[in-house]
């Protein structure tokens, strides 16, 4: 199991109860896709509302989304058939062996080439460096190592797996008084806006 689950609230705005719900996800970037089916207990009655989880599987078909993480998906029941869409947050599919060791980092971030790397100003912090490191940890980004530079500074180097063997590394500069400046190095160019703002909405939690 990927431990990815979604989180539905349907609500019956029609005349008459509402049963006999499916779920099916179009192809995706991530080949995200229901791991069993969508449960519901008993129809709704009209006006009324149910909420359910729904286990996500990250075994169905692939195509690169516009946005990356956009996923589609269309929702019938007895009385007709929904389309929608959501963007799922990166952070979801940040796995947990995402940990890259701190003797293969150097190389690793060295094969990768410069023009695939970006750089970001994050905006200020409300935590400690020792916070910080246990807030990017406990969400899959891993410190691999850290080291203070000169004027003070913090240097936190960090790795994440996505869940399609999508590898990201990235270097965390923390001064005291500064915005902290990341900077996100990938063979995966277009994996890179989602890390830096599933950073951004990490720290700023």
Request: proline share 5%.
């Amino acid at each position: 199991s990927s431990g990815i689950n979604a989180e539905y609230g349907i609500y019956n705005k029609s005349m008459m109860n509402m049963g006999g719900f499916a779920i099916q996800f179009n192809k995706n970037s991530f080949g995200l896709t229901p791991a069993a089916p969508l449960s519901v207990a008993g129809p709704i009655v009209a006006g009324g509302s149910a909420t359910t989880a729904l286990p996500i599987a990250t075994s169905g078909a692939v195509m690169k989304m516009e946005p990356l993480l956009k996923v589609q998906m269309a929702m019938k029941n007895d009385i007709d058939v929904f389309y929608f869409e959501c963007v799922i947050p990166s952070y979801v599919l940040f796995v947990e062996d995402g940990n890259i060791g701190k003797n293969i980092f150097p190389q690793t971030w060295r094969e990768i080439p410069d023009e695939k790397e970006s750089q970001f100003t994050l905006s200020p912090l409300n935590k400690s460096a020792e916070q910080v490191e246990q807030v990017l940890n406990a969400n899959n980004l891993f410190v691999v190592a850290t080291r203070k530079g000169g004027n003070g500074e913090t240097l936190i180097f960090i790795s994440l797996k996505f869940t399609n063997g999508i590898w990201v590394l990235g270097e965390l500069r923390l001064a005291d008084g500064t915005s902290p400046n990341l900077s996100l190095k990938t063979h995966t160019v277009a994996a890179i806006p989602e890390v830096h703002s599933a950073i951004q909405l990490i720290l700023d939690a």
